[in-house]
């Protein structure tokens, strides 16, 4: 074995987890732009869908998103009109976000995407299951939930 072997490309774990990500983001495209929204807005609606608000800090660190990114995406998600952002009287750091009627709407029109992308990914249930797991070790968490979809 050459000691450039560890350099191929085809020898990185990192590679096929990042071009499947970029992949099955890809199939998410048509369905996100039928509701206006990018993957990362996506994502985010979907916190917002279960918790309703959420401070800044807490959604970040829940989505794996640093404020650099955040910061944008919550200000053109407010300029949708589908989230508001207030800054707390107590301290002016700490900002909550708080879904609108309107995004609260949106998650009508959201539901049947994770359905329709998992009919899309060349995977059985119990080979989801275990990606979906294995994904989670590699992020040092353990699964919230056994019902997932992609």
Request: with cysteine; net charge negative.
């Amino acid at each position: 074995m050459d000691k450039y072997d560890v350099l191929k490309i085809e020898n990185q774990l990192c590679f096929p987890l990042y071009a499947s990500a970029k992949e099955v983001i890809k199939k998410y495209k048509p369905y996100l732009d039928e509701i206006d929204l990018t993957y990362t807005q996506y994502i985010t609606m979907m916190v917002l869908w279960e918790y309703g608000q959420m401070n800044v800090k807490e959604l970040g660190e829940r989505l794996y998103l640093d404020s650099g990114t955040l910061t944008p995406l919550l200000k053109k998600l407010e300029s949708k009109g589908i989230v508001s952002r207030k800054r707390s009287d107590k301290d002016e750091r700490n900002i909550t976000v708080t879904l609108t009627e309107k995004g609260m709407q949106l998650r009508e029109k959201a539901v049947d995407i994770p359905e329709a992308i998992g009919s899309c990914v060349n995977l059985t249930q119990e080979e989801m299951l275990t990606l979906y797991q294995l994904l989670y070790k590699i992020l040092g968490k353990e699964p919230e939930g056994m019902d997932f979809n992609l």
